[in-house]
T-cell receptor, first 113, second 110 residues
Framework: ETGVTQSPTHLIKTRGQQVTLRCSSQ?????VSWYQQALGQGPQFIFQ???????GRGNFPPRFSGLQFPNYSSELNVNALELDDSALYLC????????????FGEGSRLTVL | GQSLEQPSEVTAVEGAIVQINCTYQ??????LSWYQQHDGGAPTFLSY??LDGLEETGRFSSFLSRSDSYGYLLLQELQMKDSASYFC???????????WGAGTKLIIKP
């Protein structure tokens, strides 16, 4: 048990639609990051939020956006879904920006048809 | 560019010792982490090397040599439950992003 929960666990969307994935971090963890993991590959960093501000971003287009809320919850929004967006989306929290250990949720598996 | 290389698959026998290597081509990072991921599950943290040298946590040890751009994860007294994928990852000073290797699938035979 990592104390990080994600919803929904599975969902199916069609091309062009929009999706919102949710994450609830451990209490006291000010930093949350989101990752995309395609089958058989390592997670790819999407972005990181620290105290409700985005402070790091990977190589993902602007249609990937996020929010972090004061109650340690966060969202990942993806607009104009493409087939290649099908993946496992992982949320991870850490105690602060420099902490070495990430605590991951079980992920949301998105299928885009 | 920034990249990490690790073997795609390693096979070992229950009770044995196995080493999973990770080489990287990058600079300016905080440290090297290792994560375990079972099929369909979330990555779970195993170890973190901020400094060169060996870190030991129970049956797992991890090593980092910045001068050699190399690290490894050592698993001792292998158990069937250790069958999983193992990822090395580095975090950068610039934007805090964590770059991951493609993972090593560890297969353990009785």
């Amino acid at each position: 048990e990592t104390g990080v929960t994600q919803s929904p666990t599975h969902l199916i969307k069609t091309r062009g639609q929009q999706v919102t994935l949710r994450c609830s971090s451990q209490s006291g963890h000010n930093t949350v990051s989101w990752y995309q993991q395609a089958l058989g590959q390592g997670p790819q960093f999407i972005f990181q939020y620290y105290r409700e501000e985005e402070n790091g971003r990977g190589n993902f287009p602007p249609r990937f956006s996020g929010l972090q809320f004061p109650n340690y919850s966060s969202e990942l929004n993806v607009n104009a879904l493409e087939l290649d967006d099908s993946a496992l989306y992982l949320c991870a929290s850490r105690q602060d920006e420099l902490a070495g250990e990430l605590f991951f949720g079980e992920g949301s598996r998105l299928t885009v048809l | 560019g920034q990249s990490l290389e690790q073997p795609s698959e390693v096979t070992a026998v229950e009770g044995a010792i196995v080493q999973i290597n990770c080489t990287y081509q990058t600079s300016g990072f905080y440290g090297l982490s290792w994560y375990q991921q079972h099929d369909g599950g979330a990555p779970t943290f195993l170890s973190y090397n901020a400094l060169d040298g060996l870190e030991e946590t129970g049956r797992f040890s991890s090593f980092l040599s910045r001068s050699d751009s190399y690290g490894y994860l050592l698993l001792q007294e292998l158990q069937m439950k250790d069958s999983a994928s193992y990822f090395c990852a580095v975090r950068f000073h610039s934007n805090y992003q964590l770059i991951w290797g493609a993972g090593t699938k560890l297969i353990i035979k009785p």
